[in-house]
């Protein structure tokens, strides 16, 4: 069964400054996406990661893939509040016709 | 613009209604619909993928004869929640892939937040 965490689970960060949000997934998964969700919403499409060593960057979020190590990270660079929101990875289950497993979700607080 | 669309966005309706949740690709066909479930503060559980034309396909643990899903149509499928009560409010979004480019990610719908009194 595949399962995907992540962490940290809860990330209150000041303004300005960078961190990381990790996803680990248990069994091999050849296409991984980000999502953003807001409260009350639904989910926002971040990136689609495809490949080993994939990077993709969008503005302060920057995601890459290492399949090897069954790793993602979402790289946040000098935080604004407007990226306050739960960020959820997800990941295709081989074989399983485009079926997402999503990870446990981070939720991030950008604080002034 | 949205290409999934879902409806209603919200429902407050007594316990013992069956309510019925319809999610639409606007401009592509999905054979494939998938539908979940998120409760307050955690992720998305998938509950069952709808398939175009023939049964939908549930998750372990989800009763199919509470939630009924029908594919009729490749842009159109529905879920109706039979005998709600108050344990089945949740939020529940679906989401579709397009069919002819498999690699690009599922579009959700905005959710709808079922609430049984």
């Known amino acids: 069964e595949l399962k995907v965490e992540q962490n940290p689970l809860f990330l209150s960060m000041q303004e300005g400054k960078n961190y990381t949000i990790y996803c680990n997934y248990s069994?091999?998964?050849?296409?991984l996406y980000w999502y953003r969700q807001d409260p009350g919403k639904s989910l926002e499409s971040l990136f689609v990661?495809?490949?080993?060593?994939a990077v993709k960057q969008e503005g302060r979020l920057m995601a890459s893939l290492d399949t090897k190590a069954r790793l993602s990270t979402l790289h946040i660079t000098a935080a604004v509040h407007d990226l306050s929101a739960t960020y959820f990875c997800?990941?295709?289950?081989?074989?399983?016709?485009?079926?997402?497993?999503f990870g446990t979700g981070t939720r991030l607080q950008v604080t002034l | 613009g949205a290409v999934v669309s879902q409806h209603p966005s919200r429902v407050i309706c007594k316990s013992g209604t069956s309510v019925k949740i319809e999610c639409r690709s606007l401009?592509?066909?999905?054979?494939?619909m998938f539908w979940y479930r998120q409760f307050p503060k955690q992720s998305l559980m998938l509950m069952a993928t709808?398939?175009?034309?023939?049964?939908?396909?549930?998750e372990q643990g989800v009763e199919k004869d509470k939630f009924l899903i029908n594919h009729a149509s490749l842009t159109l499928s529905t879920l109706t929640v039979t005998s709600a009560h108050p344990e089945d409010s949740s939020f529940y979004i679906c989401?579709?892939?397009?069919?002819?480019?498999?690699?690009?990610?599922?579009?959700f719908g905005d959710g709808t937040r079922l609430s049984i009194l």
């Open positions: 069994t091999t998964s050849d296409r």
């Open positions: 997800a990941v295709i289950n081989t074989g399983t016709a485009s079926k997402l497993t």
């Open positions: 989401s579709a892939g397009r069919r002819a480019v498999g690699n690009q990610p599922q579009h």
């Open positions: 709808s398939n175009e034309g023939s049964k939908a396909t549930y």
């Open positions: 990661l495809l490949s080993n060593g």
């Open positions: 401009d592509f066909q999905a054979t494939t």
